[in-house]
């Protein structure tokens, strides 16, 4: 079992930055992807950015060039940098781990975009 806890949330202005983190309570092994998901009121969850283990990224459209996904050295650690947020932006974000096919989620984390 993998527990993932999320910090970095916030209220910040449109056109503000937050940095998102998430770290999963061991070391992770094997083919894996970490990666982020949001939830805003009303809608379904939805894919914002994933990385695997050696690096692969993918973006969702409404995000790229504005966000960046990366890991941390010890590889159990998933960073989100957001830039130019939007309020279309503001959502419960929420880290995601799979990790052999065992799929993993974190409690989430609330961002606010202001207008």
């Known amino acids: 079992q993998v527990q993932l806890v999320e910090s970095g949330g916030g209220l910040v202005q449109a056109g503000g930055s937050l940095r998102l983190s998430c770290v999963a309570s061991?070391?992770?092994?094997?083919?894996?992807?970490m990666g982020w998901y949001r939830q805003a009121p009303g809608k379904q969850r939805e894919l914002v950015a994933v990385?695997?283990?050696?690096?692969?990224?993918n973006y969702a459209d409404s995000v790229k060039g504005r966000f960046t996904i990366s890991r941390g050295n010890a590889k159990n650690t998933v960073y989100l940098q957001m830039n130019s947020l939007k309020p279309e932006d503001t959502a419960d974000y929420y880290c995601?781990?799979?990790?052999?096919?065992?799929?993993?989620w974190g409690q989430g984390t609330q961002v606010t975009v202001s207008s």
């Open positions: 995601y781990l799979n990790n052999m096919g065992y799929v993993y």
């Open positions: 061991r070391s992770i092994y094997g083919d894996n992807t």
């Open positions: 990385i695997t283990r050696d690096g692969t990224t």
